[in-house]
C-alpha cells in the first residue's frame, strides 16, 4: 500500500492527451515538491519532472506537471508510442522522515 | 557527467545479508545539497525508496525495513554502501542507486543490479 495513490493505468490514442493523478496528504505532497519518473521497459527510471512542474534538460514540453494542495497530476499531450512506460510521483514526507512513491500507473498508447 | 553504478552479487541465500556499493562519479557526497539514495523494485512491481544517506553522514531509512538495513558512504572513494540483513525471496528485486538532490528529486539513476534471493 503506498503512501501515495496514482491510477493503475491510463490509455489514450497517439496524439491524444493523457493525464496521470497523484494523491498524497499534507505531510507530503502538500508541504513538499513533487517530482515524476519515466521507466520505459526493461531500463532505470528516469527523472522527468521535479519542483512540481519544471522539466529537465531534454525532456519534450509534452510533458508537464502540476501540484494542488495534496494532489499532483503529470499531463502528456500528443501522445507517442514511445510514451508507453510506467511514471511514478514521489516526494518526501516529513512526517516519516523518508522519500514515498507513488504505486505507478502503466500509460498505454492505443 | 553524472554516473552512478551499482555492483554486488547476483545471488544471495535466504537468512544472508545482501551488501551492494555504488560508485558514482560527477559530483561529491561532500557537497551540501548532495545525497544518494537506493530504490528497490521486485519484478512487475512498484519503486520502493530503501534508504539515503547526506552530506553531513545523516541517514534515512524506509520505516518498514529499518531494522534490516545500513547505508554507509565512503567520500574519498565515491562510493555508497547498503546492507540488507536477513534476506528473503520476497527480497528478490533490482537495485537501484540514484543521486538526491536538496530532498527533492532523484535525478540521476544507475542501471540497477538484479538480485535473486534463493538457496
Same mark, same amino acid.
Given at each position: 500500500?503506498?503512501?501515495?495513490?496514482?491510477p493503475?493505468?491510463?490509455?489514450?490514442?497517439?496524439?491524444?492527451? &493523457?493525464t496521470?493523478s497523484?494523491s498524497?496528504?499534507?505531510s507530503?505532497?502538500?508541504?513538499?515538491?513533487?517530482s515524476?519518473?519515466?521507466?520505459?521497459?526493461?531500463?532505470?527510471?528516469?527523472?522527468?519532472?521535479y519542483e512540481?512542474?519544471?522539466?529537465?534538460p531534454?525532456?519534450?514540453?509534452r510533458?508537464?506537471?502540476?501540484?494542488?494542495?495534496?494532489?499532483?497530476?503529470?499531463?502528456?499531450?500528443?501522445?507517442?508510442?514511445g510514451?508507453?512506460?510506467?511514471?511514478?510521483?514521489?516526494?518526501?514526507?516529513?512526517?516519516?522522515?523518508?522519500?514515498?512513491?507513488?504505486?505507478?500507473?502503466?500509460?498505454?498508447v492505443? | 557527467?553524472?554516473?552512478?553504478?551499482?555492483?554486488g552479487?547476483?545471488? &544471495?541465500?535466504?537468512?544472508?545479508?545482501?551488501?551492494?556499493t555504488?560508485?558514482?562519479?560527477?559530483?561529491?557526497l561532500s557537497?551540501?545539497?548532495?545525497?544518494?539514495?537506493?530504490?528497490?523494485?521486485?519484478?512487475?512491481?512498484?519503486?520502493e525508496?530503501?534508504a539515503?544517506?547526506?552530506?553531513?553522514?545523516?541517514k534515512?531509512?524506509?520505516?518498514?525495513l529499518?531494522?534490516?538495513?545500513?547505508i554507509?558512504?565512503?567520500?574519498s572513494?565515491?562510493?555508497?554502501?547498503?546492507?540488507?540483513?536477513?534476506?528473503?525471496? &520476497?527480497?528478490t528485486?533490482?537495485f537501484?542507486?540514484?543521486?538526491?538532490?536538496?530532498?527533492?528529486?532523484?535525478?540521476?539513476?544507475?542501471?540497477?543490479?538484479?538480485?535473486?534471493?534463493?538457496?
Open positions: 500500500q503506498s503512501v501515495l495513490t496514482q493503475p493505468s491510463v490509455s489514450a490514442a497517439p496524439g491524444q492527451k &493523457v496521470i497523484c498524497g496528504s499534507s507530503n505532497i502538500g508541504n513538499n515538491y513533487v515524476w519518473y519515466q521507466q520505459l521497459p526493461g531500463t532505470a527510471p528516469k527523472l522527468l519532472i512540481n512542474n519544471k522539466r529537465p531534454g525532456i519534450p514540453d510533458f508537464s506537471g502540476s501540484k494542488s494542495g495534496t494532489s499532483a497530476t503529470l499531463g502528456i499531450t500528443g501522445l507517442q508510442t510514451d508507453e512506460a510506467d511514471y511514478y510521483c514521489g516526494t518526501w514526507d516529513s512526517s516519516l522522515s523518508a522519500w514515498v512513491f507513488g504505486g505507478g500507473t502503466k500509460v498505454t492505443l | 557527467q553524472v554516473t552512478l553504478r551499482e555492483s552479487p547476483a545471488l &544471495v541465500k535466504p537468512t544472508q545479508t545482501l551488501t551492494l555504488c560508485t558514482f562519479s560527477g559530483f561529491s557537497s551540501s545539497a548532495m545525497c544518494v539514495s537506493w530504490v528497490r523494485q521486485p519484478p512487475g512491481k512498484a519503486l525508496w530503501l539515503l544517506i547526506d552530506s553531513g553522514d545523516n534515512y531509512y524506509n520505516t518498514s529499518k531494522t534490516r538495513l545500513s554507509s558512504k565512503d567520500t572513494k565515491n562510493q555508497v554502501v547498503l546492507t540488507m540483513t536477513n534476506m528473503d525471496p &520476497v527480497d528485486a533490482t537501484y542507486c540514484a543521486r538526491f538532490v536538496h530532498f527533492r528529486e532523484l535525478d540521476y539513476w544507475g542501471q540497477g543490479a538484479l538480485v535473486t534471493v534463493s538457496s
